[in-house]
């Protein structure tokens, strides 16, 4: 079954992990990140003190829950060498699911 998320992040950071979702197994589709204002991005899980620069958010569609776990650990990883937070929310972007910056582990990780 296709399990579907919005990513919410900075713009630098939007361009890498897009990188990352395009060479992941299991992705079935990736949407063009769109600039969201302020109050989008508090609504996608950041606070108020993640706000401090433009933010994107694209939508990554998985074939599998198994392959958006395994995703979602390679943006860990890569928020450890780059610092950041990630806002992980439903596909519509209006229900925050979670939030992933390097000291996540993987029992925090939202799962779906």
Same mark, same amino acid.
């Given at each position: 079954? @296709?399990? &579907? ?12 992990? $897009? /990188?990352? #979702? %395009?060479? &992941?197994?299991?992705? @079935?589709?990736?949407?063009? =990140? ?5 109050? %989008?991005?508090?609504? &996608?899980? $950041?606070?108020? @003190? ?5 933010? *994107? ?9 198994? #392959?958006?776990?395994?995703?979602l650990k390679a943006v860990r +990883?890569?928020? /450890? ?9 439903? &596909?519509?972007?209006?229900? =925050? $699911?979670? !939030?992933? +910056?390097?000291?996540? !582990?993987? *029992?925090?990780?939202? !799962?779906?």
């Amino acid at each position: 079954m @296709e399990q &579907a998320i919005s990513l919410t992040t900075t713009t630098d950071q939007m361009t890498e992990i $897009l /990188k990352l #979702a %395009r060479s &992941a197994e299991g992705v @079935e589709g990736i949407s063009e =990140p769109a600039v969201l204002d302020g109050s %989008r991005a508090l609504n &996608a899980g $950041l606070t108020p @003190e993640d706000i401090r620069v433009g933010f *994107e958010m694209a939508t990554v569609i998985f074939k599998t829950g198994g #392959a958006l776990f395994v995703f979602l650990k390679a943006v860990r +990883d890569y928020l /450890k060498t780059t610092g950041g937070v990630v806002g992980i929310s439903d &596909a519509t972007g209006s229900k =925050p $699911l979670g !939030r992933i +910056d390097a000291m996540s !582990r993987d *029992e925090t990780l939202p !799962r779906l």
